[in-house]
């Protein structure tokens, strides 16, 4: 997709790719055929370039067919560099611009708890650690700890690396347990490579009825591809096509280490 | 039809009301009306009138603090959930602080989120220079799927705020803090996206928006006493024009000034200008503050001092008159 679309950002997605399996394929309550059912639990990219992965989980759950992935950042597609929620159903935002997607969960959540006052449905929230530079991010973790919003989960993408570097470099996050904990959330660490950590800490977050929760998931930025993990470089650039051909190649055969799935597909 | 004037509006009897206050009881009704319509406030809750609306459905009141990013960002998502979120705040603050939130997540989101700017203006008076927003028209008019209103009197802000609550638009409401005299009636018509003749004239058109309306209904009166017709248009709604009604004044007088109490760079008189040079160009003089902040003062001073009153405003348009041809006759 990337590769295809020669811009955009490697890194991040391929960090969260188990995550959004996670998420779209047990974590979360919808339909892909009917978008706005509305029963269904909400789910707000809040790091929004981040979106590559985000349409790859919806494309395998069936909201739109795998085909238009290739689309990705064209002219006149669907799947805008960064999400737009009037372009696409099945999204539920809009957004680029970081900081932000929080907020809109915790109206979303407010309005499921105290005017609908229907607990059945959550909302989830994925946000980057470099995002957690903005202050709107702090505003609406205030809000949310203010109004107990039980029904809003947040999930941090926690990979170390923002553009200018990492992390703790550009400016230090740590220590950020206590630092969600101290604005009254409930707050829970899990490998985001460990899918079935990563679904048992929703379950739990889902049973928390007196705080929101935030699941801070350690994750690998470029996981799958030797020769971009850990490294920052690759947060906001696309693969050329040789380097697409590596780093599927990676991701298929895990680095080597199994005979490659639909190898000659 | 003609506009149903207040017959007392030359009078010192005038009654005067801050516009803010008629917000304060459309919110309310819309909230009657409606009950998906909420309110959200950062911590101004008195001073931008949202307390009628808090008595009334405390559970639809929503305390953000002093956070106007997450004031916006929080509604906007309320307004994906179905309701329609009110926030308010200083304009100076909001859309002053959180503009690029305002933009993604409710203009290219679409969501039917309404920003509610108070105190805008120089009119603010004694705050000073970083109380009295007056660039928030220029912001919020270049945004698409906005929607942009600056009502003239509080009897129309309680109309336009009922008209907001039913548009499904992201929409900018400005409001003033001072009293100021309510030139319309209980009958007279608002709805958005149009602009209504109060007083018909032959040698000028004077175009005017806000609080800025009545001060052009005084300079109208005093340049009939020195022989001079002006046409008074107001235009409360400043995205979408009313192209047809601004047009068809400026192709009866030749000759359009407009007046706002915002940057004259940008803002109101900048989109009549606009639409002026696309459609039917001819002389515009706009009347506004010009490229400063404003300063502490009290309001009458200020906009005095800022050539804003009706009588300034009657020397400005006479002096226009006299070195500008009038077009299109």
Same mark, same amino acid.
């Given at each position: 997709m990337l590769?295809?679309?020669?811009?955009?950002?490697?890194?991040?997605?391929?960090?969260?790719?188990?995550?959004?399996?996670?998420?779209?394929?047990?974590?979360?309550?919808?339909?892909?055929?009917?978008?706005?059912?509305?029963?269904?639990?909400?789910?707000?990219?809040?790091?929004?370039?981040?979106?590559?992965?985000?349409?790859?989980?919806?494309?395998?759950?069936?909201?739109?067919?795998?085909?238009?992935?290739?689309?990705?950042r064209k002219f006149g597609s669907r799947l805008?560099?960064?999400?737009?929620?009037?372009?696409?159903?099945?999204?539920?935002?809009?957004?680029?611009?970081?900081?932000?997607?929080?907020?809109?969960?915790?109206?979303?959540?407010?309005?499921l708890q105290y005017l609908d006052e229907n607990p059945r449905r959550f909302v989830y929230v994925m946000m980057g650690d470099g995002e957690l530079n903005e202050g709107n991010i702090w505003e609406a973790a205030m809000f949310a700890g203010k109004y107990k919003l039980s029904q809003l989960i947040g999930f941090v993408d926690r990979n170390n690396i923002q553009i200018d570097g990492n992390t703790e470099d550009v400016m230090p996050l740590e220590d950020l347990r206590g630092k969600w904990e101290s604005f009254g959330w409930h707050v829970l660490e899990v490998d985001g490579h460990n899918i079935e950590s990563v679904i048992n800490a929703a379950s739990e977050a889902r049973a928390?009825?007196?705080?929101?929760?935030?699941?801070?998931?350690?994750?690998?930025?470029?996981?799958?591809?030797?020769?971009?993990?850990?490294?920052?470089?690759?947060?906001?650039?696309?693969?050329?096509a040789e380097q697409a051909k590596e780093a599927l190649e990676d991701l298929r055969t895990l680095g080597g280490k199994i005979v490659e799935e639909g190898a000659g597909v | 039809m003609s506009y149903p004037?207040?017959?007392?509006?030359?009078?010192?009897?005038?009654?005067?009301?801050?516009?803010?206050?008629?917000?304060?009881?459309?919110?309310?009704?819309?909230?009657?009306?409606?009950?998906?319509?909420?309110?959200?406030?950062?911590?101004?809750?008195?001073?931008? *009138? %949202?307390?009628?609306?808090?008595?009334?459905?405390?559970?639809?009141?929503?305390? /953000?603090? @002093? $956070?106007?990013?997450?004031?916006?960002?929080?509604?906007?998502?309320?307004?994906?959930?179905?309701?329609?979120?009110?926030?308010?705040?200083?304009?100076?603050?909001?859309?002053?602080?959180?503009?690029?939130?305002?933009r993604t997540t409710a203009a290219?989101?679409?969501?039917?989120?309404?920003?509610?700017?108070?105190?805008?203006?120089?009119?603010?008076?004694?705050?000073?220079?970083?109380? *009295? %927003?007056?660039?928030?028209?220029?912001?919020?008019?270049?945004?698409?799927?906005? /929607?942009? @209103? $600056?009502?003239?009197?509080?009897?129309?802000?309680e109309k336009a705020t009922l008209a907001l609550a039913e548009n499904g638009k992201p929409s900018y409401l400005r409001l003033a803090r001072e009293k100021t005299p309510i030139f319309s009636t209980e009958a007279a018509p608002f709805e958005l996206g149009k602009a209504y003749v109060l007083r018909e004239g032959s040698d000028v058109s004077l175009f005017g928006t806000g609080t800025m309306t009545y001060q052009l209904l005084v300079a109208a009166k005093i340049l009939e006493a020195r022989g001079v017709s002006a046409e008074v248009v107001h235009v409360p709604t400043i995205k979408p024009l009313d192209t047809e009604t601004l047009l068809a004044s400026a192709r009866r007088t030749g000759r359009i000034v407009t007046a706002e109490e915002a940057q004259a760079a940008g803002g109101f008189g900048s989109a009549v200008a606009e639409l002026l040079s696309d459609k039917l160009p001819m002389p515009v003089k706009r009347i506004g503050i010009n490229d400063r902040f404003g300063e502490s003062g009290n309001p009458d001073e200020l906009i005095e001092y800022f050539g804003l009153s009706g009588e300034k405003i009657a020397e400005s348009v006479q002096q226009f008159i006299d070195e500008a041809p009038q077009y299109h006759r």
């Open positions: 590769e295809e679309a020669g811009s955009g950002h490697s890194a991040g997605p391929l960090g969260l790719a188990d995550i959004f399996a996670a998420l779209y394929f047990n974590i979360l309550t919808i339909r892909p055929e009917e978008p706005e059912w509305e029963d269904r639990d909400i789910f707000l990219l809040s790091n929004g370039h981040c979106v590559p992965v985000q349409y790859a989980a919806m494309a395998e759950a069936g909201f739109f067919d795998k085909t238009e992935l290739r689309t990705l805008q560099g960064h999400p737009e929620r009037e372009k696409l159903p099945g999204l539920e935002n809009t957004s680029g611009p970081l900081g932000s997607g929080l907020s809109q969960a915790a109206g979303y959540a407010y309005s928390v009825t007196n705080r929101p929760t935030v699941i801070i998931c350690h994750t690998i930025p470029g996981k799958g591809v030797d020769f971009m993990e850990y490294n920052y470089k690759w947060h906001g650039m696309p693969p050329n | 004037l207040n017959p007392l509006l030359y009078s010192n009897d005038v009654e005067k009301e801050p516009i803010r206050a008629g917000f304060g009881r459309g919110l309310k009704a819309a909230g009657e009306l409606d009950e998906n319509v909420v309110a959200l406030c950062a911590d101004l809750t008195d001073s931008t *009138q %949202m307390g009628l609306f808090k008595e009334a459905f405390p559970k639809r009141f929503i305390e /953000v603090g @002093v $956070a106007e990013q997450n004031l916006v960002t929080v509604a906007s998502g309320l307004a994906r959930a179905g309701r329609v979120p009110f926030t308010s705040s200083y304009a100076a603050f909001s859309p002053g602080r959180n503009w690029e939130q305002i290219l989101n679409d969501q039917p989120v309404k920003i509610v700017g108070s105190h805008a203006g120089v009119s603010v008076g004694p705050d000073g220079a970083t109380h *009295q %927003m007056l660039e928030d028209i220029a912001l919020m008019r270049v945004l698409p799927n906005m /929607v942009v @209103v $600056a009502p003239g009197d509080s009897l129309e802000a």
